[in-house]
């Protein structure tokens, strides 16, 4: 219960992979071309995405290395995903690495066809995304909207799912004659219908997917499919609140540097008490932000039996911190903050869509009750 | 009526009379707004003359509420709100007897339109910090500069613009009020997008615009006073419509709860129930402040409202999102459309969220707002100023 | 629905009445009184009652003319409590002159013994008190802790009562053989015992009584009783709005003339820019509690049927209001607001123990729950 | 060891060569101390012969983990915190080698307890503007003025003090810091009572206190860079403790959660868990600043844990009374005690809730923390400031 035995630093690898893609994205994914890909017909940064996942190697890093994998952990997925919030870069890590990956890693890695996908997944050659709604939590109940036959083919639809207009690959979960499984389907198959949805978030594309009796392998069946689901979305909140840290920092960061060079009144409008005492509470926020979502990446790399607790903390408060940063940068960026030409609000509708997604605070603190034995008024 | 202010007997007499000689339905709707302004019926605390009886301000309302029950036509208000809310009682107060005749009249019934030219990309807060200059030649002056948030500039066929005259006096003294005329050639319009998708304002360069000086309002370098009137009815505009309860943006997220119980969760119940709780504190503010004003004792309330307004949309609005969920996480549509008024109900709840943002910007920020009401109102001393008294051109920009 | 033909001004004869209280508390109520009074053994300022009463005629403003009283209303009883709000006045008005007051007015006031009552309240020869623990919210159920025999003698416990050491006069709300009843006890009857037990709030004490087998006269029994009790809970409520709209804007009061004095940095305090933004927040809550109040207690004078809204909202939006501008003259004061010598805490005490008084914030938004049809999720 | 910092396993070695030489259990308390503070185990990162082995400091919390398990008498640190905390590395770094031999042993064995003479009632956020004023007479300072906020001054015998020694200087550079006995004639105690109804502090009254030369820490006017040494280690000491998950004012009100059902409702259900949420962030938060601290690498975070944890006492403590409903209106007692040190959890809900008002107080306002944050972390421009140059003498008071 004490979580002593955390991690919350980062290492130097780390620290040096945070290096490589921060000076990757900042010379391939500057603001002004996010911006102009918002108004364009590929909303993904599909060159982005090659070069993380061929050149670094980072659609494998949960993989292990006998897999064809990084063999690293949730830690080093956290520390991309502060680096691809900061960059609000519009690539399909979350859909593909981390909700995908994870599924697969909890069905039986054994499993011939299993390992193959992983190994697909890794080598980059595929890019995948888990079938649910992006604002499903993680303890939902297994969703019903997809069934499959006798012949074990699906048909049903699910909306709003993150990163699936970029996926050749999607794992299903449906519901067949032995309960609950989760499904391997080819996005080109026959009877597969993928719709691009309208999203707040400019940035992370979600779509509806409609399936007519598709073929599909499944993969895993039962309670096992069950928690490969929730195992897939535990380290998918777990490690959004990494991208959220991300977000908010680049929000305080370029507050910080707006409001020091503005000037009103002839004075630099960052000499402002009551400006300078609004972002010193941002920065605390940030600042704690930051060690509740090291807390759930090591605990999900660790397996800790705390994960629960540590990701439902870190989606609870991390959430709420990466809303206010943003709001606040919109805000104290004045007229300018408003305008479609600066990034700010690429960075308002990513926080608050991430709010919903894989769970809302009150979700997770909902949770938390069971969790830590607060329980709720009779 | 001459000597005595008309009370509500005389003006719902005046009503009468009109409805009387103009049948409301039947007649064509300019003939009858023009009748109506022509009755004094328009603005009945404007003077005689200028579409008013000099009577109460308070008694608008019951004309209004006449009129739309006999189903007259109205002058489509929110089209022209720039208009009718900051340019009218600025000409009214500072406008020669020329200037009045000339603008009210139009303005009123809509068949001008009118636009505001006063923020700059370097002067927002610091509204008197503002570059645009107005240089004097011959009877003429001509304009050079950048305005921008300017609504319905696309629209507009004239704009009330305030511009720096003498940049070798303080900032607040070296400004002048002009009438502009939208169609001159040196008047370039930029729709601006916005953070929404949609360009609801514009940009506005302005390059070797001549105005005659007979449209300067008010005297030269006295514009920053003239321009505290079109600001102090701006923010009453924003601040203080009436609005029934569960009015406003609550009501959106009221319907949603009870439509949607598959929605509801225990800690949404209480956050929404708060924000019930002060739309409802907040709108009895506002009907405290009217009350105020109808019986002549106007108190400092009405500066908080606008600030109040924006901070109850902003979280009724972001509530809104994490209500409906996964449809959260949807919009309707960013297409760059240029809208003539803001509708916020109608449309979805993304767009909520995101256009209430600029609630704490336009019309002066709540920052803005928040100092104007420890300073005016509390009369705590203002912070040490380095930029009052030093001429304009020497200011560190 | 609409309250628009709420009246949310003062009159001129309610802006004399203010006039009047205020100047006495001014001569009579000073801070350094209030004071010395907490560390005395007499926490009331039974001289100042008296006045109150007997000069005034301030304990019978509900109380019609005809019974003995002034036949004012709740806004006249609203404006008072600003005003005791105002001077954390240790006087027992809301125990006596509101809360025991409206019970008996709920009750058949042509019966000889209510009558009678009335008229002892409203000369001001007796005090009383009504006895509920202060933090009994309006729709509670009637209290089970007093049964009344078959001889009408009372036993049982209340703790916690508001102004019970003032009272002459206790209104019990017990259950008797037919059913809820509200009975008359004088406080001297054999066994009575009223001990007084320690506030968080200085200026309002508050006492457990217990009854053995107390003689006791009925004056209303079964629904008409419980309608009564919940009627005095709604007036009490609606009208502590009021005493909180005093208590804050004496804070915020304070605070501004304070922080225009103090000097710290070679500066006015009061013109950096922080605390000015933070105190116009709080001048935006003052007023609209203001209006809020206001409401409630013409929704009250009026008996409209609105009132019981009027009165959640105005207790929800008061409470905190008063809680957060006391919390705020306390930290904006520095050291000194946390002495015992600055009166600052008292209206702390009063602000915090208010909040749980007569139903807690959280307690009116239920209610309000159901009367504006906005059901908990189930 | 010469020449080498000592590492865990040399620091291990000598716990365990203490505990064999001193049975930690019937060695007479006193003793023990003695033979620990000799043996380098009292504050291992101070220097050999002071109580330390020059050992990164980090490792002090494995010593005290080994000698409590073994069950070892500890030198009450509550007690003594001010000298441990403020006083003793304020002297490490500035004493001179007299000073630092005469001082820290006694005051790290709790013979000689230490309290602090800094806050004044005119200075407190600007304490470089206080006005107790030290004279030079021969080899002493003559010390008059009034200090407020003094704990511990009643069982002090010494105490930090800084002073006023050149009025003819720009504030912060006529100030120099001495070591007061607190036992001179001319110094008066009186307690201070405050919003809990006890008296956690003292004024102290300064009238013609000789001290002598050989009592001053640092140079004469460098007295604000010395207190600066005090002051960070005050807020370190205040924000840094380590808790457990639950630790602090979050477990009294998550206790109550837990014992009595009949209180919960679901309002106070989600504003629990959301500073159940908030005080697990903290704590977290808190225990990276540790970790960094312990690699060498410290990072700002650590002026932020003052701040966050007078919010979260404030906000648990406040919710707690509304959670226990009719009880939260009684009080435990008003008396006015003398108390040596603060408990906040022994005692009752309403004292919890008043004492946690000072936490955002004392030892540095959150107001100032937040400046602090903002210019030194954040790195935005100071205030204009008019105080910073004149002597101290014409600033306006």
Known sequence: MSSAGLDLLYSDVEDDLRSAVRDLLADRCPASAVLARCDSDTPYDLDLWRTLRLQLGLAGLLVPE?????????????????????????????????????????????????????????????????????????????????????????????????????ADLLLVPGIGPDGPGLYEVAADAPGVRISAATPLDLTRPIADIELAAVPAARLVVGPTATAALDRALLTGAGLLASEQVGVAQWCLDETVNYLGQRRQFGRVVGSFQALKHRLADVWLEVVSARAAARAAADALAKGDPDTAVLVAVAQAYCAPAAVRAAEECVQLHGGIGMTWEHPAHLYLKRAKSSEIALGTPGRHRAALAALVDLPAAV | MAGKEPGTADVLRRVRELLDEYDPVSTPRLEFLRARFDAGLAWVHFPPGLGGLGAPRALQSVVDAELAAAGAPDNEPRRIGIGLGMAAPTILQYGTDAQRKRFLRPLWLGEKVWCQLFSEPGAGSDLAGLGTRAVRDGDDWVVTGQKVWTSNAHNARWAILIARTDPDVPKHRGITYFVCDMTDPGVEVRPLRQITGEAEFNEVFLTDVRIPDTLRLGEVGDGWRVAQTTLMNERVAIGGSELPREGGMIARAATTWRERPELRTPELHDRLLRLWVDAEATRLTTQRVRQQLAVGAPGPEGSGMKLAFARLNQAISGLELELLGEEGLRYGDWTNTRPDTVDFYGRDAGYRYLRAKGNSIEGGTSEILRNIIAERVLGLPSEPRTDKDAAWKDLPR
């Open chain 1, 66 to 166: 006998k897999l064809g994998g990084q063999g690293a952990s949730a830690r080093e997925v956290g520390v991309v995903l502060e680096e691809l919030g900061g960059a609000v870069a519009p690539v399909p890590f979350l859909g593909s690495a981390v909700l995908a990956t994870s599924a697969l890693l909890g069905c039986d890695t054994g499993d011939g066809r299993v390992a193959t996908l992983l190994g697909r997944l890794a080598s980059g050659e595929s890019t995948a995304t888990l079938a649910v709604p992006l604002s499903t939590a993680p303890g939902s109940a297994f969703p019903q909207g997809v069934r499959a036959d006798a012949r074990g083919e699906l048909s049903g639809r699910v909306s709003s799912v993150a990163d699936a207009t970029a």
